[in-house]
């Protein structure tokens, strides 16, 4: 998004972000107007970038080899160069263009590639259709919206929409779309875009948390003002629908919500969700006054909580990942962690994938499900414990990819996952406690552990890890690998010691998940 004489110059990505979210915008204009700063790319669109083009690459070479004649549109040339030399070499009736740039007055826009086709279009014998590549596996309404746009700019040149369009996707699948069936939708969305930038000093909207947020360069100017105004959605565990309801009936800030009874709260929202917001937006608002940090027990309703804590095993195993984001449209893992007993002492074992090649993730996948297989023999009552999602989900896509070279791993793998051998200690915390904190991040909960735990390793937070396994795949520095091993380790580690937490208080009258009083 560009502003030349108080023009505003926007393209099919601006177009996604309005309709992912109109506040980035209004962020972006404020940044044009120098009212507000940018942050620096995160290591994930920084790969993400880098993924990009070498898949794009990829294909050009692919192109280049399969079609006689072609024509890259010079980055580097002024806009209305590019889209003459792409208009010249439509023209021409080259085989592809790749880059091909558009202007249609302010909306302007740059496509991965344009290939000919016998299809005749109303100024030529011939048409062209657009390709365009991503590193998703999955496609998304906005990728469809980006090649909708492109489509609407090769008709004002060819004289008749193209008959398809193309993306291809991470695992360098093709897939084929018609036009006609999503160009109304994007003439509507384009509309009301441009009139929204028309009126957009008169335009009050306010940032609201959507799924667009982790893909937003303004989520930290959002998250500032969400602060500043103690705003409802700095509760611990809120969704969006919730806080809407709660605005509709003016509690628009932690502090309302902490004053309010559940009696008052007329909203169509679970009883005891209702009762679960207005706890904890007390006890973050307490720690906003008093900057003390609290954590509080919770009773445990059946099958929640407390009930879905083993007991105890000599075997149990604490386990973490390290992977890397879209590779091949998913993520590469190239490091699995496991914290657990050996000969009376705990210890840390590392599966690191040795560069960055499916076969060394895929050994290190097979060591770690034979480790497994060998150590259940001996501890047949023992868990995997882990954080969040990430482990099951993970572990479940390599086995499933790698399932028809090693289908014995893929069986085990179900196996485990059958007898509920993974326990999310995420899932168990969220009913067991309550804390002054806004999220429930294993880092977030070391400050109750009980002594708090501390963490020595130079790595943070998992951005640095991915960033600093960017780095040793090109020096492979030992002290690096070493770097990124440790805080794997804490990671296991610290969910070690939240399991040790949350069992110091589990109450006595509860059974331990899965076994019951008669066993």
């Not at 259940?376 to 989900?393: G, L, Q, R, S, V």
Request: charged share 35%; aromatic share 14%; with cysteine.
């Amino acid at each position: 998004m560009k502003k030349i004489n108080n023009n505003f110059l926007i393209s099919p990505s601006d177009l996604n972000n309005f309709i992912a979210c109109k506040y980035t915008i209004k962020n972006n204009i404020l940044f044009l107007n120098k009212e507000i700063k940018k942050k620096e790319e995160s290591v994930d669109q920084k790969i993400r970038k880098k993924f990009g083009n070498d898949h794009e690459e990829k294909y050009f070479q692919i192109f280049k080899k399969k079609y006689k004649s072609h024509r890259i549109i010079n980055r580097d040339d002024g806009e209305e160069k590019r889209a003459k030399d792409t208009i010249d070499s439509m023209e021409k009736g080259l085989d592809f263009i790749y880059h091909a740039y558009f202007i249609e007055n302010n909306f302007r826009g740059e496509a991965d590639f344009l290939l000919k086709v016998d299809m005749p279009s109303k100024k030529w014998s011939y048409s062209y259709e657009v390709y365009d590549t991503k590193i998703s596996r999955k496609i998304k309404p906005r990728h469809l919206q980006q090649i909708t746009a492109y489509s609407h700019f090769i008709e004002s040149i060819q004289g008749s929409l193209p008959k398809k369009m193309y993306l291809i996707d991470g695992s360098s699948k093709t897939h084929q779309f018609k036009p006609k069936e999503f160009i109304n939708q994007f003439l509507f969305a384009k509309e009301q875009f441009e009139n929204f930038l028309l009126n957009e000093k008169k335009e009050e909207i306010y940032p609201e948390k959507c799924s667009f947020c982790s893909l937003c360069e303004w989520s930290e100017v959002c998250e500032n003002l969400w602060v500043k105004d103690n705003y409802i959605n700095q509760v611990a565990r809120i969704n969006r629908s919730q806080t809407g309801k709660l605005k509709k009936e003016n509690i628009n800030t932690v502090e309302i919500l902490s004053k309010k009874e559940v009696s008052e709260i007329k909203s169509k929202i679970n009883t005891d969700t209702i009762e679960r917001l207005i706890e904890q937006a007390k006890l973050q608002e307490r720690k906003r006054k008093n900057n003390k940090s609290e954590c509080v027990p919770l009773i445990s309703k059946f099958n929640n909580g407390f009930y879905k804590l083993p007991e105890p095993n000599d075997g149990d195993l604490f386990y973490d990942i390290e992977g890397y984001p879209l590779f091949e449209g998913r993520g590469f893992e190239y490091l699995h962690g496991v914290y657990h007993q050996e000969n009376g002492k705990m210890i840390f074992r590392d599966f690191w994938a040795k560069d960055f090649d499916v076969k060394y993730e895929k050994e290190s996948y097979v060591k770690l499900v034979n480790f497994f297989k060998k150590h259940f023999e001996k501890y047949p009552d023992a868990y995997i414990y882990h954080y969040n999602t990430y482990e099951k989900t993970a572990l479940r896509m390599l086995s499933s990819i790698y399932s028809s070279e090693y289908p014995e791993q893929e069986h085990y793998v179900d196996k485990l996952l059958r007898l509920h051998k993974f326990v999310d200690l995420y899932q168990i915390a969220i009913h067991c406690i309550r804390t002054s904190e806004k999220d429930m991040s294993l880092k977030t909960l070391e400050q109750f552990y009980e002594p708090p735990f501390v963490r020595k390793a130079n790595i943070k937070k998992a951005d640095d890890s991915v960033a600093l396994y960017d780095e040793w795949l090109i020096t492979k520095k030992d002290a690096l690998k070493k770097d990124i091993i440790n805080y794997n380790e804490e990671d296991c580690i610290s969910t070690f010691h939240l399991r040790n937490f949350l069992i110091n208080r589990k109450p006595e009258d509860i059974e331990w998940f899965g076994k019951t009083k008669e066993e």
